[in-house]
């Protein structure tokens, strides 16, 4: 990947890897899963609505695109959000910040159904296989905890989360990022309104259960969606999602700082295999036996950013056609 895709990995292994404390902060605090999804979407799509009106043609855009943004914000937000709260309620955070590590490996086997191209070869899926084994020697010791509902509830997370960026990678990427996921919040938040009124608290709940919902919505809804999105159009939906397979390490990280846990040599020997596998499943290099068939046309991965190239204005990227191209067959920053 490029410089720039990787700091955008690097913050949204951080961004999606807290929500888990957040979630499990509100739901101890006798928030209903209802209430917590429904404060999530009404603040995110309040901080990002307006920006996306600003950019002009908002209305448009939904008209055109409504069917697959309704397959994404469904996909994406109305259904796993809610089970993955759901289940915080009888699983620890960092359980679930593990099981959701599964992502990538639902998202290689999904991506051929969507006529994904991207190849995975040899160090990518070496890469794919040490993340998961260190997810499993992290996941083993806390598994004991879940219950058969729960665990059913992370696994049809796991299926949104990896669905979702394919979604999107296919019928979505001309979409303005801004005005993509206003919309869905939006939606969103009318879908849960009616149960989060039902449900609403009848006291004041604690300044932290208020710090973990205003976090969970302005800044692991809103600005990790938009990070979220140009990782998509900067590394492709494959590559996109193996940050998953960082969040385990912040969901142990956050249980050391702020629970007291344990660090112990497992978990040492876990966080190697999660970041050597991120790094190997994200390479974008070949090695000699993934060299393209003789006579066949090479599948160059993303070239180095520069103004010549392309445009990313409004939250798009485009190939501009004013100057000529860097080198021959270059493909610009698309995904993957």
């Known amino acids: ?117 991207e190849r995975l070869g040899t160090r990518r899926t070496v890469g794919l296989a040490l993340g998961l084994g260190g997810v499993a ?24 989360y990896a669905t979702a960026p394919l979604i999107m990678a296919r019928y979505l990427k001309p979409v303005p990022t801004l005005q993509l996921i206003a919309p869905c919040l939006l939606l969103a938040a009318l879908v849960y309104a009616p149960a989060a009124a039902l449900t609403w608290p009848s006291e004041v709940p604690s300044p932290s259960v208020l710090a973990s919902l205003a976090g969970l919505g302005v800044i692991c809804t809103a600005l990790a969606f938009v990070v979220f999105l140009e990782l998509i159009r900067e590394a492709g939906p494959t ?28 978990v040492a020997a876990a966080f190697t295999l999660i970041l050597l596998g991120s790094f190997l499943a994200t390479a974008g290099s070949r090695t000699p036996d993934e060299e393209p068939p003789s006579g066949a046309e090479p599948d160059e991965g993303p070239v180095p950013w520069s103004t010549r190239q392309t445009s990313r204005a409004d939250g798009r990227v485009e190939v501009l056609t004013d100057f000529p191209e860097e080198r021959p067959g270059s493909k610009g920053q698309g995904g993957g």
């Open 137 to 160: 020697v992290l996941t083993a010791p806390h598994l004991t905890g879940g219950n058969a509902r729960s665990l059913t509830e992370m696994l049809v997370t796991v299926v949104g």
């Open 1 to 117: 990947m490029t410089a720039r895709g990787w700091f955008l990995f690097s913050l949204m292994g951080v961004l999606w890897g807290i929500p888990y404390l957040m979630i499990k902060v509100a739901v101890d605090g006798d928030i209903s899963p209802s209430m917590v999804v429904f404060t999530r979407c009404a603040l995110g799509a309040a901080l990002l609505l307006p920006f996306a009106i600003r950019q002009g043609n908002l209305v448009g855009v939904v008209r055109t695109h409504w069917r697959p943004m309704l397959a994404f914000a469904c996909i994406e937000i109305i259904g796993p959000w809610w089970t993955l709260t759901d289940a915080e309620r009888h699983l620890s955070s960092s359980t679930a910040g593990l099981l959701i590590a599964g992502v990538p490996i639902v998202g290689v086997l999904l991506a051929r159904y969507f006529g994904n191209t």
């Open 239 to 266: 590559r996109a999602v193996v940050f998953t397979y960082v969040n385990p390490a912040v969901a142990v990280a956050a249980g050391v700082a702020f629970l007291d846990e344990k660090l112990t040599a497992g």
